[in-house]
């Protein structure tokens, strides 16, 4: 009986996923321009066909109209998201959150129903040490998400954070990805075997390594932003804040210089991406699939390169900035390797490809479209 009900799991999931090194959809036809460049910070628009449907909320609109609602689950590693609203939300990994016991970032990426219930979300502490009411902040729920994160070194710890062996519950239910296949381990069967829990370990042990890991790059943006802005960015209410950091006054200063220059480059209707370039090399893009959607989320990962470029900034002058060709040349680069099917909770699919160049993340709607792709350089 149990092979049978094994076996209706996996056609289910191959339903729903589309099967282990598919794509959502092909990765259509782009133009790339610019670059447009400040200091050391170059952006380059991605621009494309428009997805046809309603544009979702963002996680920042939707927190601000008391619409989203995120709570902590006594897991530093895990929270819990829930839609009142009538409209999808959009969430994007990297997305920060500020308050509860700790401040976190967002892991993964997805569209959040309307009147969805809650769902389990992964996340990742941003803030090292606290776990109590921070001022008159609520302990059990996020107050807003008006930040991204600033780092590719963090991007990169996140995007492979939750690997085939980690466990991830879901209405008592636990999934693993092993290589070509999956398995459902039920909760109560879990604790009869034994192969099945030193998985499970693996799983724990691995995501304490990735958490370690984005406590180290936190600190490490902290220091680079204050060696170069000359002056202590950690807050008093919270040193190892990452989200208190950004909100102090030199950073906002000088963050502000970038975005005033090159956020409103972005006026054409057709763009639905970017790409930026740190210092001569490129970093990271994200492409949507709309332009309202790129709209909407512009200003914050604006904000969250200028405060990347600033941090990365150097008393050498950039010679020269990469072109478009080599900017095509990155896009494409996703295309090569094959893709991993990862579901993260009942609401995120994920597929994610990897190269020595970089980590590609698919973030996919439940029909399979694609709504978020993001590039990661290595």
């Known amino acids: 009986m149990r092979g049978l009900i094994l076996a209706a799991t996996f056609a289910g999931i191959g339903m729903v996923l589309g099967g282990v090194g598919t794509r959502a959809q092909e990765v259509p036809k782009m133009r790339v321009s610019g670059p447009f460049s400040h200091q050391n910070l170059s952006v380059y628009f991605v621009h494309g066909a428009d997805a046809a449907g309603p544009v979702p909320l963002t996680l920042a609109e939707a927190m601000a109209l008391g619409k989203a609602k995120l709570h902590e689950t006594g897991?530093?590693?895990?929270?819990?998201?829930?839609?009142t609203g009538p409209d999808e939300v959009f969430i994007q990994a990297g997305d920060i959150v500020k308050g509860g016991q700790q401040d976190r970032v967002l892991a993964v990426s997805m569209v959040l129903k309307p009147q969805s219930g809650k769902i389990d979300i992964a996340s990742f502490c941003v803030e090292q040490g606290r776990w109590a009411k921070r001022g008159a902040e609520d302990v059990k729920q996020f107050a807003s998400s008006q930040e991204s994160l600033p780092s590719k070194a963090a991007k990169l710890a996140m995007a492979s954070a939750v690997s085939p062996s980690s466990p991830v519950a879901d209405s008592g239910v636990r999934m693993q990805s092993a290589g070509?296949?999956?398995?459902?381990?039920?909760?109560?069967?879990?604790?009869?075997?034994?192969?099945?829990?030193?998985?499970?370990?693996?799983?724990?042990?691995e995501t304490s390594t990735r958490q370690k890991m984005m406590w180290d790059e936190v600190a490490k943006t902290q220091e680079k932003l204050a060696r170069n802005l000359g002056a202590s960015v950690a807050a008093p209410a919270s040193a190892s804040s990452l989200q208190l950091s950004l909100e102090n006054k030199k950073v906002q200063e000088t963050r502000a210089a970038y975005?005033?220059?090159?956020?409103?480059k972005a006026t054409d209707k057709d763009i639905v991406g970017y790409v930026i370039a740190i210092n001569g090399k490129i970093v990271s893009g994200d492409a949507y699939a709309s332009n309202g959607l790129f709209k909407k989320m512009w200003g914050k990962q604006m904000t969250a390169a200028a405060t990347e470029a600033a941090s990365e900034l150097s008393a050498t002058p950039v010679a020269t900035q990469p072109g478009i060709a080599d900017v095509d040349a990155f896009l494409a680069k996703a295309s090569v390797a094959p893709m991993k099917d990862v579901?993260?909770?009942?609401?995120?699919?994920q597929g994610v490809?990897?190269?020595d160049a970089l980590v590609y993340v698919e973030a996919r709607r439940a029909d399979g479209g694609w709504i978020n792709r993001s590039y990661i350089a290595k």
């Open 75 to 83: 897991n530093v590693n895990n929270l819990s998201i829930e839609n």
């Open 180 to 205: 070509l296949g999956a398995r459902i381990i039920d909760r109560q069967v879990a604790g009869q075997r034994s192969a099945d829990v030193s998985q499970m370990a693996q799983g724990r042990n």
């Open 259 to 264: 975005v005033a220059a090159l956020a409103g």
């Open 343 to 349: 579901r993260k909770s009942a609401a995120v699919m």
């Open 353 to 355: 490809a990897e190269t």
